[in-house]
């Protein structure tokens, strides 16, 4: 299958810094890629769909001031927790769908614990 | 708009079957994932279905009824390793591209 893989795996930082994770499709190109959060014992939360050469799509009730995305290319996607604060500690996991399907194949998530 | 119902919750016992449902509603059928969730980490692909009937993988099988909006995913032999969350989803449409996920079913293998 696909693979896609994130960077970092895991972050630890104080409160009012800002993080930036990375979303990478290794072995295909996504034009869409998507950005989830994750509470513990909670479900997936879709956050916004990052979309390679235009504006990322917000989910309703995300700050896109303080999430920032950027598709920079067909195999890259950032996303920044601008100001992080503790309640922005969670699961950060992203997804690209690959296939005539759209298969969603998930990154590893990145773990954000803001102190 | 898409609504997805599955289980919150199932408990079955090392060596047996267990079978997940899932219903569904889309404005657009464009077929169904079942994705695996252990505790802490990112989903990841089971099965797709897109045709009416069972489709079978190993230990994991999935049948799909569209007629039904109806879906199952069937473990058989159970292990403790099957412990974790188990997700319907179906792709976006209606002119979204976004996928819907249920909230997951949370499996509990037990000896």
Redesign the interface.
């Known amino acids: 299958?696909a693979v896609v893989s994130q960077h970092p795996s895991w972050v630890i930082c104080k409160s009012g810094t800002s993080v930036k994770i990375e979303c990478r499709s290794l072995d295909f190109q996504a034009t869409?890629m998507?950005w989830y959060r994750q509470f513990p014992k909670q479900?997936?939360m879709?956050m916004a769909?990052s979309n390679e050469g235009s504006k990322a799509t917000y989910e309703q009730g995300v700050e896109k001031d303080k999430f920032l995305i950027n598709h920079a290319s067909l195999t890259l996607s950032t996303l920044t927790v601008t100001s992080a604060h503790p309640e922005d500690s969670s699961?950060y996991?992203c997804?690209a769908?690959q296939g005539v399907?759209?298969?969603?194949?998930?990154?590893?998530?990145t773990r954000l614990l803001v102190l | 708009g898409q609504n997805i119902d599955q289980p919150t919750e199932m408990t079955a016992t090392e060596g047996a079957i267990v079978q997940i449902n899932c219903t569904y509603q889309t404005s657009g059928f464009?077929?169904l994932?079942w994705?695996q969730q252990h505790a802490?980490?990112?989903?990841?692909?089971l099965s797709?279905n897109?045709l009416d009937g069972l489709e079978e993988k190993g230990r994991f099988s999935s049948f799909l009824s569209r007629s039904k909006g109806y879906s199952y995913l069937l473990l058989k032999e159970l292990q403790m390793k099957d412990s974790a969350s188990y997700?319907c989803?179906v792709?976006?449409s209606g002119g979204s591209?976004?996928?819907t996920?249920?909230?997951?079913t949370s499996l509990i293998v037990h000896p």
């Not at chain 1, 399907?101 to 998530?109: A, L, M, N, V």
């Not at chain 2, 996920?101 to 997951?104: I, K």
Request: charged share 5%.
């Open positions: 299958g869409t998507f479900s997936l879709l769909t699961f996991i997804s769908p399907q759209e298969t969603q194949y998930f990154g590893p998530g | 464009n077929g994932f994705y802490g980490e990112a989903p990841t692909f797709y897109v997700l989803a792709p976006g591209y976004i996928p996920f249920g909230r997951g």
